[in-house]
């Protein structure tokens, strides 16, 4: 036997057929009011996405979706959300552009990562990155091992800037191909140079049962290489 259906009900719910195309108008009249609104914050609003802005593009996209929905919410309620968020960040911006400390209260400010060739260690754990999350950013800028980065800063907007060291300035560092820093150890038993795999540091062993970093304190290590960087 088969299930009675009320289709009418299973594709529409409980409003009626008319109620489609005022959904559909809406829809499109939401759609031209959030072009606008993306427009009038400029083009520093719609290029980067910082953790401000992405506040800004959520209150809009949420201003605009209940009128598209439901009937009884009158489309001068967005309209008037929207004029006010979007004075609302002119407002902000331009009170960051005045002010270098209530620029970085809303921004943020730009961390370093690595500094000559080393993790800077304080900075880093402060951004909460897993390494392997880190490694495979600067995996796809050609990067093999740290002695090739002279500095890494993680900007505001969440982008890397990485800055690297000409060819006759590499030094050795700690390699960050996954074959490579997998094989840490702790136990010396070749001499030769060997980069701590916490924080980067550099540091001549010889063959001993175990070493700690003079830098910060661990005990794995891993072979450096000075190899170039692949252009």
């Not at 009675?4 to 489609?20: A, K, Y």
């Not at 080393?118 to 002695?147: C, M, N, P, V």
């Not at 063959?207 to 290489?225: D, M, R, T």
Request: charged share 20%.
């Amino acid at each position: 036997m088969l299930l009675s259906i009320d289709w009418t009900r299973f594709l529409v719910g409980e409003e009626d057929w008319e109620f489609l195309a005022e959904i559909s108008l809406r829809t499109i009249i939401m759609y031209f009011i959030i072009l606008l609104g993306l427009r009038l914050l400029g083009k520093r609003g719609v290029k980067q996405l910082s953790v401000f802005e992405l506040v800004v593009i959520i209150s809009l996209g949420s201003a605009a979706g209940d009128p598209m929905f439901y009937k009884e919410i009158g489309l001068m309620v967005p309209i008037v959300i929207f004029a006010i968020i979007v004075a609302a960040y002119r407002l902000t911006t331009y009170l960051m552009a005045k002010s270098k400390k209530f620029d970085d209260l809303v921004e943020g400010t730009c961390t370093y990562l690595i500094k000559q060739g080393e993790f800077s260690t304080e900075d880093f754990s402060k951004e909460g990155l897993a390494y392997d999350e880190f490694f495979s950013e600067l995996r796809q800028q050609s990067i093999s091992h740290l002695g090739q980065v002279e500095a890494a800063i993680l900007e505001t907007s969440g982008n890397l800037s990485v800055y690297y060291y000409p060819d006759k300035e590499v030094k050795y560092g700690l390699p960050i191909l996954p074959d490579l820093f997998d094989n840490c150890i702790k136990e010396i038993v070749l001499p030769g140079k060997y980069a701590c795999a916490y924080c980067g540091n550099i540091q001549q062993l010889q063959p001993a049962l175990q070493y700690q970093c003079k830098k910060c304190g661990h005990e794995q290590w891993v072979k450096a290489i000075n190899t170039l960087r692949i252009k």
